[in-house]
């Protein structure tokens, strides 16, 4: 597995997405609720690009007229087609079996007069 740097702490803002070139592949990188998650920057159904679509909530519902929004800031949807993807899992949403990549993320700090906390992508 090669780990790949891709910025620092400080560039990642709660609720936020960067989209960046990692080993050849675009990758959303995401925080939510102070962990960040990456995620290909591909819908499996006819390659758009999945992280430039809306970043929503899951939506539940107990019958007409009733929905709820939760887990905020967890759902992309794609551009083109508006499939429905968790971001933390790369799985889609009314059909699990059907995901995009999902990538390891760390924060990498060294003890040694560091400026900043490092942000790395494992592939």
Same mark, same amino acid.
């Given at each position: 597995?090669?780990?790949?740097?891709?910025?620092?702490?400080?560039?990642?803002?709660?609720?936020?997405?960067?989209?960046?070139?990692?080993?050849?592949?675009?990758?959303?990188?995401?925080?939510?609720?102070?962990?960040?998650?990456?995620?290909?920057?591909?819908?499996?159904?006819?390659?758009?690009?999945?992280?430039? $679509? +809306? @970043?929503a909530?899951?939506? /539940?519902?107990?019958?007409?007229?009733?929905?709820? %929004?939760?887990?905020?800031?967890?759902?992309?949807?794609?551009?083109?087609?508006?499939?429905e993807?968790?971001?933390?899992?790369?799985?889609?949403v009314?059909?699990?079996?059907?995901?995009?990549?999902?990538? $390891? +993320? @760390?924060?990498?700090?060294? /003890?040694?007069?560091?400026?900043?906390?490092?942000? %790395?992508?494992?592939?």
């Amino acid at each position: 597995m090669t780990r790949y740097l891709v910025g620092n702490v400080s560039e990642f803002e709660d609720g936020q997405k960067k989209i960046i070139a990692v080993g050849g592949k675009s990758v959303g990188i995401y925080e939510i609720g102070g962990q960040l998650h990456a995620i290909r920057n591909l819908c499996p159904h006819q390659g758009a690009e999945l992280c430039r $679509g +809306v @970043t929503a909530a899951w939506v /539940d519902s107990s019958g007409p007229g009733d929905f709820r %929004f939760e887990r905020e800031g967890e759902i992309v949807r794609c551009p083109w087609h508006q499939w429905e993807f968790d971001i933390r899992t790369g799985c889609m949403v009314v059909d699990p079996a059907t995901r995009t990549m999902t990538y $390891g +993320v @760390t924060v990498e700090r060294y /003890d040694v007069t560091v400026e900043e906390e490092q942000v %790395f992508v494992h592939m």
